[in-house]
């Protein structure tokens, strides 16, 4: 098993738990906590947060958890679906989910993968994406109209993002989902453990420190390679098998830690230049 060390903890960030409660409470705070003391102290509610950070680490499921447990309307939308319309139509698009979500208010319009569609204006430009950001801000500005609307948004390449869309009074405020710390892990491991017919061999505490450096769905992955090489096993061999720590060890060797140290370094400097 690689050896491979990310020295900073820090870069873990706050557990997967406490993101999701953080997301909820903001959602709450703009839609139903002290309105009268907000407009008496001139506090605008929040718009808004994005949630960054490197592929397969749970961003897409936070937002998925904000949104069951928060029990509010929830709308989902898919920056590359919105990209990928017609001229003009990707604008439309961008408007209706604004006006669905006031109808449908309090509600949650959850952007993935944003950075399809708020790419910097001032970069290279992408299929209609200048339009499509001039009508997000736009939206993000109807700020009366706003009111119990509340904007989560997801990426995992926060340095392509349209540096007016995060100004102070949009989504001026960044989450940092980081790789999965050994709790992470470790739970990842046994709800994946519960699922599968295992050697008494496997321990999943071992498990969960061998995975250091691996993002969530890359422990997701190891844990259904290990299935196939015990599934393997069974078919050369023609005894029935369990899933075993050689499985686990054949696994780990096939799955490469796809979130580099330098990766990891480009989030902790953007997040850097936004504090
Ligand atoms: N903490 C976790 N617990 C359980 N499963 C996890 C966890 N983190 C990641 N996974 C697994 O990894 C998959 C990918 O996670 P998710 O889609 O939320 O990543 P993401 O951060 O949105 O990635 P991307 O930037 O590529 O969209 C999930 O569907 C799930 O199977
Ligand atoms: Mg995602």
């Given amino acids: 098993m690689s050896s491979r060390r990310f020295s900073s903890?820090?870069?873990n960030g706050p557990s997967r738990h406490d993101l999701t409660s953080t997301c909820r409470e903001a959602a709450a705070l703009t839609?139903?906590?002290?309105?009268?003391e907000m407009v008496r102290l001139g506090i605008e509610p929040r718009k808004g947060l994005v949630l960054?950070?490197?592929?397969?680490?749970?961003?897409?499921?936070?937002?998925?958890?904000v949104a069951t447990e928060a029990?509010?309307?929830?709308?989902?939308?898919?920056?590359?679906?919105?990209?990928?319309?017609y001229?003009?139509?990707?604008e439309r698009a961008v408007r209706e989910v604004f006006r669905k979500a006031r109808a449908?208010?309090?509600?949650?319009i959850f952007f993935d993968e944003i950075d399809a569609m708020g790419a910097s204006r001032a970069g290279p430009t992408q299929h209609g994406s200048l339009n499509i950001v001039t009508t997000l801000l736009n939206e993000l500005d109807g700020i009366e109209l706003l009111k119990r609307v509340f904007v989560l948004a997801a990426t995992n390449r926060p340095e392509t993002l349209d540096p007016a869309l995060l100004r102070p009074g949009r989504l001026d405020t960044v989450?940092?989902?980081g790789l999965p710390d050994f709790e992470a892990r470790l739970e990842i491991i046994k709800m994946r453990l519960g699922k599968m017919a295992i050697d008494d061999d496997i321990d999943a505490v071992l498990l969960a420190g061998a995975t250091e450096g691996y993002s969530g769905a890359e422990v997701v992955s190891i844990c259904h390679k290990a299935g196939y090489a015990a599934l393997e096993d069974q078919v050369s061999s023609g005894i029935r098998q369990r899933v075993g720590r050689k499985h686990f060890e054949i696994a780990t060797a096939e799955v490469q830690r796809g979130v580099t140290a330098e990766m990891l370094q480009m989030y902790?400097?953007?997040?850097?230049?936004?504090?």
């Fill in 9 to 11: 903890r820090r870069l």
């Fill in 31 to 36: 839609f139903y906590q002290h309105p009268t």
């Fill in 52 to 65: 960054y950070g490197p592929s397969g680490c749970s961003k897409t499921l936070i937002a998925k958890a």
């Fill in 71 to 85: 029990g509010l309307n929830f709308i989902a939308v898919k920056g590359a679906e919105l990209v990928s319309m």
């Fill in 87 to 90: 001229v003009g139509e990707s």
């Fill in 104 to 108: 449908a208010s309090p509600s949650i």
């Fill in 175 to 177: 989450l940092y989902v």
């Fill in 268 to 275: 902790e400097n953007w997040g850097a230049k936004r504090t």
